[in-house]
């Protein structure tokens, strides 16, 4: 047991590999899909799970766990409720940092942005390619509203009868979409023994990016 008289112990040194100056390409995005692809080569569990955290208009920050569905050069895509805490703290405030963290490969990547809806069109694409539950989850659900467990389940039940009967028809409702996160700033961390991490800091400058070594 780490956690021992509200002290915990666990001093894992990182040294599943290095990060150097003659691995870094101009664009943060080479490296970042190259580390992505090897997450999913490792075998990881939701290597695509990030981070996304928003602020409210009062500065208030607020972190929750999604999934990263698209990486292309554009940036970062993923799906939501545009009327969640995130939807509405995104509409006030664009500006979301996203985290990914592979532990077993002891590489972190921050992202720092802002965050747009995606098309209608692209939206809907992938709203039809998600599974006929998850469709109605997320179209039944007011993701972040305070609910009852009856209400819930009603609300599932009536809108799964809607769709068996084909009173409805299951696509993509208005609030719910993809969001397009443009990186402004793209941090690659790879852990090294005693702390003495590998940090590249990619910032945009002037139409390419400069890069810089960062203290561990
Ligand atoms: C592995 C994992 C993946 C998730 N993926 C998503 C996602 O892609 N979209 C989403 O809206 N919520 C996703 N969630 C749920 C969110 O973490 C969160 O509970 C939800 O979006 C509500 O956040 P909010 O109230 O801060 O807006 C995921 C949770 C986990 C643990
Ligand atoms: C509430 C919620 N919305 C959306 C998603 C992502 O769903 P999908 O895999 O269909 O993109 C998840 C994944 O856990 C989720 O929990």
């Known amino acids: 047991m780490a956690l021992e008289n509200g002290k915990i112990y666990d001093q894992r040194d990182y040294d599943s590999g290095t990060l150097g100056e003659s691995d870094l390409p101009a664009s943060p995005r080479a490296l970042f899909e190259s580390w992505l692809s090897?997450?999913?080569?490792?075998?990881?569990r939701d290597p695509n799970a990030m981070v996304i955290s928003t602020v409210d208009d009062r500065g208030i920050p607020s972190s929750r766990v999604v999934l990263a569905r698209g990486a292309?050069?554009?940036?970062?895509?993923f799906y939501t409720n545009y009327e969640s805490r995130k939807g509405?703290?995104?509409?006030?405030?664009?500006?979301?940092?996203l985290l990914f963290h592979w532990r077993e490969?002891?590489?972190v990547v921050r992202i720092e942005g802002r965050a747009a809806r995606v098309s209608e069109e692209e939206s809907d694409a992938y709203f039809d390619s998600r599974h006929p539950l998850s469709r109605i989850g997320s179209t039944a659900s007011p993701q972040s509203s305070v609910i009852t467990k009856d209400e819930l389940a009603a609300?599932?039940?009536?809108?799964?009868a809607g769709v068996e009967s084909g009173e409805i028809e299951l696509?993509?409702?208005?609030?719910w979409g993809g969001y397009l996160v443009v990186p402004d700033e793209v941090e690659f961390w790879q852990g090294r023994?005693?702390?003495?991490h590998d940090r590249f800091r990619y910032r945009r400058d002037a139409g390419s990016w400069r890069i810089d070594r960062l203290a561990p």
């Open 193 to 196: 023994p005693s702390r003495l």
């Open 105 to 107: 490969l002891d590489r």
């Open 171 to 175: 696509t993509r409702p208005a609030h």
């Open 155 to 160: 609300r599932i039940t009536a809108l799964t």
């Open 88 to 97: 509405r703290e995104i509409a006030q405030n664009p500006r979301v940092s």
């Open 38 to 44: 090897e997450a999913f080569d490792h075998g990881l």
């Open 72 to 77: 292309d050069e554009r940036g970062i895509v």
